[in-house]
Nanobody, 117 residues
Framework: EVQLVESGGGLVQPGGSLRLSCAAS????????MSWVRQAPGKELEWVSA????????SYADSVKGRFTISRDNAKNTLYLQMNSLKPEDTAMYYC??????????WGQGTQVTVSS
């Protein structure tokens, strides 16, 4: 079965950093583009970033460009999202999933990121 398990979320102050991880199993991770998406309470799901299967191409939402970096380690079947200069508006549940853009295929259970002073 396909499994995507996000981790690394937490409570951080504005301006702080977090590194999210997504551990994948049950499919050939290295042939899929992958994305991070997020959803804040009362808001629609927002696509955040994507990376192609080999990690050579990346894309970012305007809201996170210059602050977030997506990467992957295909040998470890793991996707990452390095988040720097965090803002309160980044507060959301973050999910990883298969695909370059919405709608995604399989996605995980999410990890909560809260940015607050």
């Amino acid at each position: 079965e396909v499994q995507l398990v996000e981790s690394g979320g937490g409570l951080v102050q504005p301006g702080g950093s977090l590194r999210l991880s997504c551990a994948a199993s049950g499919f050939t991770f290295s042939v899929y583009s992958m994305s991070w998406v997020r959803q804040a309470p009362g808001k629609e799901l927002e696509w955040v970033s994507a990376i192609d299967s080999g990690g050579g191409s990346t894309s970012y939402a305007d809201s996170v460009k210059g602050r977030f970096t997506i990467s992957r380690d295909n040998a470890k079947n793991t996707l990452y999202l390095q988040m720097n200069s965090l803002k309160p508006e980044d507060t959301a549940m973050y999910y990883c999933g298969q695909g370059w853009a919405l709608p995604l295929g399989y996605w995980g259970q999410g990890t909560q990121v809260t940015v607050s002073s």
